[in-house]
């Protein structure tokens, strides 16, 4: 078994962990119009996420550094986009760029008229750190954290394999909605899915 990573960090989320996210979030579904709000998926790799995203009836823009023949729009790099495409971003960023991703999604979302905030697939450990404290959760904690009860097997997108066997990573979904106006910021709520 290679145990190093996969080189654009592509790691595929397993269909159920988007499915158990949509149960927790359900005002996903139902925005003040009464329909669900679009998602931009902006790393996206094949489309794992996009694809529950969609049977929801959820409009999704996919898009992804890296070509892998799916999505909307091909070879955009996150990190250099300056608008966001939709009130809500739905990803399991690279986990080399997780801090980076954050932050940017956040300024997009906060800079947008429409944005709301984004969900993000991390491992749980995510949660640690004094300099991912002061760059991110001291200002700008997330609204909630949905807990994976099971650990999550994630396999690498180059390997042919199907999600088996009992799961490898700790991870959760960290939920942050954009508090324009607020000046304290609420303390984040768990959840365990
Ligand atoms: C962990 S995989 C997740 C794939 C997909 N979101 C899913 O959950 O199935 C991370 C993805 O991020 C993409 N990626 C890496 N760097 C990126 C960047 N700067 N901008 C956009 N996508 C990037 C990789 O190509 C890979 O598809």
């Not at 158990?20 to 359900?26: A, E, F, L, Q, R």
């Not at 996903?28 to 009464?34: E, K």
């Not at 904690?141 to 042919?160: Q, S, Y």
């Amino acid at each position: 078994m290679d145990s190093s990573r996969e080189k654009d960090d592509y790691y595929p989320t397993p269909p159920d962990a988007t499915k158990k996210m949509i149960d927790c979030c359900p005002w996903l579904l139902c925005n003040n119009n009464q329909t669900s709000y679009d998602v931009w998926e902006p790393a996206c790799g094949e489309g794992h996420i996009s694809e529950v995203l969609k049977d929801h009836s959820i409009k999704t823009y996919s898009t992804d550094l890296v070509d892998r023949g799916y999505g909307d729009l091909r070879n955009i790099d996150f990190l250099m986009e300056q608008k966001s495409l939709a009130p809500w971003i739905v990803t399991n960023p690279p986990y080399k760029l997780a801090n980076e991703f954050v932050k940017h999604a956040y300024k997009l979302q906060e800079q947008s008229k429409d944005g709301e905030g984004f969900i993000f697939l991390l491992r749980l450990a995510f949660l640690e750190g004094q300099k991912r404290y002061e760059e991110i959760f001291q200002h700008t904690p997330p609204d909630t954290v949905l807990v994976h009860t099971k650990r999550l097997t994630l396999i690498r997108g180059d390997h042919e394999s199907a999600w088996y066997g009992s799961g490898k990573t700790a991870m959760a979904w960290f939920v942050w909605k954009i508090n324009r106006f607020k000046k304290d910021v609420d303390q984040p709520s768990i959840q365990w899915i």
